[in-house]
Nanobody, 112 residues
């Protein structure tokens, strides 16, 4: 059974950093990445990376976040620096292997 399990969310002050981790089970995903959903808003892409380590970032990241991936561990990571209150959201790990798979989500709260 394919699963994605996230960890690393939490509460941080503006300007701080957090690192999210996601480990997948089953076959290696073609693409892995992170989405986020704030209250009352649609889920949006934050960053993604192919199995060939090609990264794609949302415009709002503006160099503050870095996605990385370890194919041997079927894992993806998101280093978030210079966090701002508008980054507050539930962050979801995403994997694509013939279809979309989602983690359960981890809360990131940035206080001003």
């Amino acid at each position: 059974q394919v699963q994605l399990v996230e960890s690393g969310g939490g509460l941080v002050q503006a300007g701080g950093s957090l690192r999210l981790s996601c480990k997948g089970s089953g076959s290696m995903f073609a693409t892995m990445g992170w989405y986020r959903q704030a209250p009352g808003k649609q889920r949006e892409l934050v960053a993604s990376m192919t199995s060939g380590y090609v990264a794609n970032y949302a415009d709002f990241v503006q160099g503050r976040f870095t996605i990385s991936r370890d194919n041997a561990k079927n894992s993806v990571y998101l280093q978030m620096d210079s966090l701002q209150p508008e980054d507050t959201a539930v962050y979801f790990c995403h994997g694509r292997l013939f279809r979309d798979y989602w983690g359960q989500g981890t809360q990131v709260t940035v206080s001003s």
